[in-house]
């Protein structure tokens, strides 16, 4: 069976009324300072404030639902080895049905300690709160990757793992803007039979490293261009 990894980010979730952070009409960075809501600086500075900000974006995940780019990725598990990797931390493409996930970027759905990183734990929709602590008594904040953080090594190295394994590697929506994450599709170039983006958006070609072969740029919007990969993925198989 032929593997696939998959690399989201969040124009596959505007569809379903998620904003995207970097949109020029209405992105969220547009209405918001990001050192103020997506650093630790902003956070040691009004933790208040910031919690705020997730606590919005936490409750705004009942009212979305995942639509026909997520539901169509779950079909292709039928017949191949699908790993999702994204840069997306809301919970869609698991609401979709998706088993395979790794989320570079956290989980909004998820809260962790401030003393001890590794304590994780499930927080759903609920709100936030300062006085909200983990069993070692320190705050909770977040389990959200903020700007000059390190990303976790195991997504990392199991993502890597992942796309050097990968026979095809679709990219959907996403202007391939954010470091390090951007250079994730791009560590297999040996094996991978085709690379497909699918995104509305123009590009710049020097995202694209000059030695990728059998790149394929679909400009749709991600339900129509992930139905026409798989179509395409599907009659070469």
């Given at each position: 069976m032929k593997n696939i990894v998959v690399f989201t980010g969040s124009g596959i979730s505007a569809e379903s009324g998620i904003k995207t952070f970097r949109d020029a009409v209405d992105g969220i960075w547009n209405n918001y300072v990001i050192d103020d809501v997506a650093t630790l600086k902003g956070w040691r500075s009004d933790k208040q404030k910031l919690l705020d900000f997730y606590n919005e974006r936490r409750s705004q995940l009942i009212e979305v639902h995942p639509n026909k780019g997520h539901l169509d990725l779950v079909k292709?598990?039928?017949?191949?080895n699908v790993t999702i990797i994204t840069q997306n931390v809301?919970?869609?493409h698991e609401r979709a049905g998706s088993k395979n996930i790794i989320h570079l970027h956290g989980e909004l759905t998820k809260v962790r300690s401030t003393v001890n990183p590794t304590l994780i734990y499930?927080?759903?929709y609920k709100p936030l709160n300062l006085g909200d602590k983990c069993e070692k008594d320190s705050q909770l904040r977040p389990h959200v990757v903020w700007f000059g953080e390190e990303l976790n090594n195991k997504d990392v190295t199991l993502a890597i793992n992942k796309i050097q394994e990968a026979d095809y590697i679709i990219i959907i929506g996403t202007s391939m803007a954010v470091s390090p994450a951007n250079e994730f599709p791009f560590y297999n170039t040996e094996f991978t039979t085709k690379y497909y983006l699918v995104d509305p958006s123009d590009f710049d070609d020097n995202i694209i490293p000059k030695r990728i072969k059998n790149f394929i740029?679909?400009?749709e919007k991600s339900s129509?261009?992930?139905a026409k990969v798989i179509e395409e993925i599907l009659s070469e198989n």
């Open positions: 292709l598990e039928e017949m191949f809301d919970n869609l499930d927080w759903e740029h679909i400009k129509t261009g992930t």
